[in-house]
């Protein structure tokens, strides 16, 4: 059974290029354009993993990582978040909130491939 | 906007001048005043410095009130161009917003589209790499196996023909057997008709004496001499018979020569027909060995280039994510000058450069943004980093 990522950012060429970069190893992908809307899909759906912008509008991606780990079905989902924010300030609130992985964009897509093949769910 | 700026410069000098104006010509008075008295100690000592005090005082004083009646009229003015240049910033900088939002949200489509159009490229290009290199039945090369296919035709050809040969010699030796055995089969049949045409001849002499003895015999050998006349007839039709046998084998013997002769004739034309064929078999599958090396060289060079161009699309896609943080940094630029609209429609004069800029920063999200904050030297966006927690 292939394995299934959402994707959540406001970009949606950023989207684009980590939906081609997942699916072309094999993933199926969905994506959201905020947080949300993430939440909303969640809701029904098998996942696997998240990467997850962190500035967002409507509801931006630590805030959605804490509302993730309350959900009884996705406490111990992993969650990437890929953003341009490379403060430690930043890092640690993401780790705080509960985020596996924290990727500066621009990434590479081989990094961004060792990172979900590491921490996806079996 | 620069002749604003430039009179609100003058307009806090002249405040300052106009402390200097009232202070200066009384200070100048004092220091007269007290000279004049050093010098007129023992005549006349209060009079003269006293009267250059009270002048020294009083042109301070006019000079004081003309410049603050300049300056209330300074002032008048300033708040006119205050007026102004708040109407003036809450037209201009909500259309420089828009223009930036424009631009951005034009700009995060293009790329959008451009990395849609990217990543299908890569994507058929991947397919088509797949397709050319391998077999999904053999998990083989497609290249290979053609090729293979190719040489394992060759070797059916070869194997065709070699046994297609020995068929045909089979088939001249089975047919020179015959010939050999119906010559033998004729030539024993000639053979038996000279013995029967002797024994017909041999049997019309003894005849031929049976009648002389018969006719010796007188009337008595009569009936004999009847007998023995049959029996002459019999041996010449025997006779007769053995010379058409004979002349049939001969017949027969001469058909299965010439028929000997046109088989060797048409085994040969048969052999010659084979080896060209197999010849020419073997030239068109060595000229289609050819074109498949060829077409091997070309789909190789093909897949190079096809692999190039998709490993340079995907270095252009990874690129393009610099239009996220473009995308950012333009978002703050269009919410800043938003707020700063929206705080001089306000009517809010004393702007605080330095808070304004915290506040600033709380919102970045770009390295570049801090860099450029501070005044350093912008970099380039450091390379990706990825951290475990």
Redesign the interface.
């Known amino acids: 059974m292939r394995k299934q990522i959402l994707i959540v950012?406001d970009?949606?060429?950023?989207r684009?290029?980590v939906?081609?970069t997942l699916?072309?190893a094999g993933y199926d992908v969905i994506d959201a354009e905020d947080g949300a809307k993430a939440l909303a899909m969640l809701d029904g759906k098998k996942v696997h993993l998240v990467i997850c912008d962190?500035?967002m509008p409507v509801m931006d991606g630590i805030t959605f990582v804490k509302k993730v780990k309350q959900m009884p079905n996705y406490r111990f989902l992993p969650i990437i978040m890929l953003?341009?924010?490379?403060r430690e300030s930043r890092?640690l609130e993401?780790?705080a909130a509960g985020?596996?992985?924290?990727?500066?964009?621009?990434?590479?897509?081989e990094?961004m491939l060792?990172?979900v093949s590491?921490l996806i769910l079996p | 906007m620069k002749s604003a700026l430039s009179f609100k410069l003058l307009s806090t000098q002249s405040l300052e001048r106009g402390q200097l104006f009232f202070w200066m010509p009384i200070l100048l008075g004092i220091i007269a005043a007290a000279t004049l008295l050093s010098y007129f100690e023992k005549a006349d000592p209060l009079i003269a410095p006293g009267f250059i005090l009270l002048i020294a005082i009083l042109t301070g004083w006019l000079l004081q009130r003309s410049h603050s009646h300049a300056i209330e009229r300074l002032k008048q003015e300033q708040k006119q161009i205050n007026l102004n240049d708040a109407a003036f910033y809450t037209r201009v900088l909500p259309v420089w917003s828009k223009q930036v939002n424009t631009s951005h949200r034009d700009g995060?489509?293009a790329?959008?589209k451009?990395?849609?159009l990217?990543?299908e490229i890569?994507?058929k290009l991947?397919t088509m790499l797949k397709m050319s290199k391998h077999n999904s039945a053999t998990g083989k090369d497609h290249e290979k196996s053609f090729i293979e296919a190719v040489a394992s035709s060759q070797r059916d050809i070869q194997s065709v023909f070699k046994d297609l040969k020995a068929a045909l010699e089979t088939v001249n030796d089975s047919k020179d057997m015959l010939l050999a055995e119906v010559t033998m089969y004729s030539a024993n049949m000639k053979d038996m008709a000279d013995e029967a045409r002797q024994v017909a001849f041999q049997s019309q002499i003894i005849a031929l004496n049976a009648e002389i003895e018969a006719a010796r015999a007188g009337e008595a050998g009569r009936a004999f001499a009847a007998v023995v006349s049959e029996m002459r007839q019999l041996a010449y039709i025997s006779g007769d018979t053995s010379k058409k046998m004979s002349k049939k084998a001969e017949s027969i013997d001469a058909a299965m020569s010439r028929f000997y002769g046109e088989d060797r004739e048409m085994s040969a034309k048969e052999s010659l027909h084979v080896s060209r064929a197999e010849s020419m078999l073997n030239d068109i599958v060595e000229r289609f060995n050819v074109i498949t090396h060829e077409l091997e060289d070309s789909v190789k060079a093909m897949e190079g280039e096809s692999r190039q161009i998709r490993d340079d699309i995907?270095s252009a896609?990874?690129?393009?994510?610099?239009?996220?943080?473009v995308?950012?940094v333009m978002v703050h630029v269009a919410d800043n000058i938003n707020a700063l609209s929206e705080l001089i429609g306000s009517g809010t004069h004393n702007l605080d450069a330095d808070n304004w800029l915290r506040e600033m920063e709380s919102h970045f999200?770009?390295?570049e943004e801090y860099t450029n904050l501070r005044d350093t030297e912008s970099t380039s966006?450091?390379p990706?980093?990825?951290?475990?927690?």
């Open positions: 950012d970009s949606a060429s950023l684009q290029v939906s081609i699916e072309n962190v500035n953003t341009t924010e490379s890092k993401g780790q985020a596996k992985a924290w990727v500066v964009k621009p990434f590479q897509p990094q060792a990172a590491k | 995060d489509q790329i959008a451009l990395t849609v990217f990543g890569v994507s991947g995907s896609l990874v690129a393009l994510q610099f239009q996220d943080r995308s950012q999200s770009v390295d966006a450091a990706s980093a990825l951290t475990f927690f």
